[in-house]
């Protein structure tokens, strides 16, 4: 059974750093798509960041890009999200997630199938 276990969140003032750990076991391959998302309070969780494990190629949203970086260790099965130059709008709950079907698309994590998801890990910027 596949888990994500997210950590690394917590409450940082506006400007500072907070770098997430996804944690992955129970599933082992170089050619999936691994992603951030985020949900603020009364609002859909959005994509942050995703990642195809097998090349690297990455997505950001345009509200992060530039301040986050998304990166992954195969070996270690961990993936992380490096968050700089907070701003109270980054705040919710972030959540990791993988999708085994493949190379990242616009239909990636859409299939509940295919697709596990972490708890979350709070993020609050003031």
């Known amino acids: 059974q596949v888990q994500l276990v997210e950590s690394g969140g917590g409450s940082v003032q506006a400007g500072g750093s907070l770098r997430l750990t996804c944690a992955v076991s129970?599933?082992?391959?170089?050619?999936?798509?691994m992603g951030w998302f985020r949900q603020a309070p009364g609002k859909e969780r959005e994509a942050v960041a995703t990642i195809y494990t097998g090349s690297g190629k990455t997505y950001y949203s345009d509200t992060v890009k530039g301040r986050f970086t998304i990166s992954k260790d195969n070996t270690k099965n961990t993936l992380w999200l490096q968050m700089n130059d907070l701003t109270p709008e980054d705040t919710g709950k972030y959540f990791c997630?993988?999708?085994?079907?493949?190379?990242?698309?616009?239909?990636?994590?859409?299939?509940?199938?295919?697709?596990?998801w972490g708890q979350g890990t709070q993020v609050t910027v003031s």
């Open positions: 129970g599933y082992t391959s170089n050619n999936n798509c």
């Open positions: 997630a993988l999708d085994i079907s493949g190379e990242c698309n616009r239909q990636s994590f859409q299939s509940s199938s295919d697709t596990s």
